[in-house]
């Protein structure tokens, strides 16, 4: 039976490969222990947000995904290029750690939102790591405070190997589900898959 007090949203999304959500955890961790006041995210919600939807009908997304990202491959991606997580700074109380990346990502996360309707158009790459609680300006505070902890961080280069629609439920229980997959490039020996156990 459905939660009432649970509210679902969808947003597309990439996924940190293993390689790269390691290297953030041994970041984290020290700044984890530092912040204990922070409610800090688990590192199976880390991912990129290419577009926020909100409240929308999952089948219509999946339809207008299918024209942007059907059949779409890394080679056929122009300038597709490894990314990485790298550096921190704060959205308010949020905290996060940067992604750096070609044109391809902001040109392919435009693509997506214009498809999409998304309602804010923004693309600022990031990975949401903590969000600080308690008044407007001291929660501000202590998010500065912590990003400090992260501005060294430099992790591993990765290709992204899939893109995806994703269902975010907030309240009592919250959980992110994968609804559907679209992949960047072909499978193969030497592809290693996203893991995503937000399913």
């Known amino acids: 039976m459905p939660d009432p007090a649970a509210t679902r949203r969808l947003f597309v999304a990439i996924w940190p490969d293993p390689d790269a959500i390691a290297a953030l955890r041994r970041t984290v961790a020290p700044a984890r222990a530092a912040h204990p006041d922070l409610r800090w995210q ?4 880390w991912h990129v947000t290419l577009a926020f939807l909100g409240q929308a009908d999952p089948d219509r997304a999946a ?3 299918d024209g942007v990202l059907g059949g779409v491959r890394s080679g056929r991606v122009p300038g597709a290029e490894p990314i990485r997580l790298a550096g921190a700074g704060t959205f308010g ?3 996060w750690t940067g992604v750096e990346h070609g044109p391809w990502l ?8 214009q498809a999409l309707n998304a309602p804010d158009r923004r693309f600022r790459a990031h990975v949401t790591v903590g969000r600080a609680r308690g008044r407007p300006a001291d929660a501000a505070r202590a998010a500065r ?6 501005v060294d961080h430099d992790g591993p280069a990765w290709l992204p190997g899939e893109v995806t629609l994703v269902e975010s439920t907030t309240g009592p229980r919250p959980a992110y589900r994968v609804l559907t ?3 960047l490039r072909p499978a193969g020996p030497d592809t290693q898959d996203v893991e995503n156990p937000a399913e």
């Open 42 to 45: 688990s590192e199976e919600r």
């Open 63 to 65: 339809a207008r995904l």
């Open 93 to 95: 109380p949020i905290v």
């Open 106 to 113: 902001a040109e392919l996360a435009g693509a997506v939102q």
């Open 145 to 150: 405070t912590a990003a400090g902890s992260l």
């Open 181 to 183: 997959r679209w992949p």
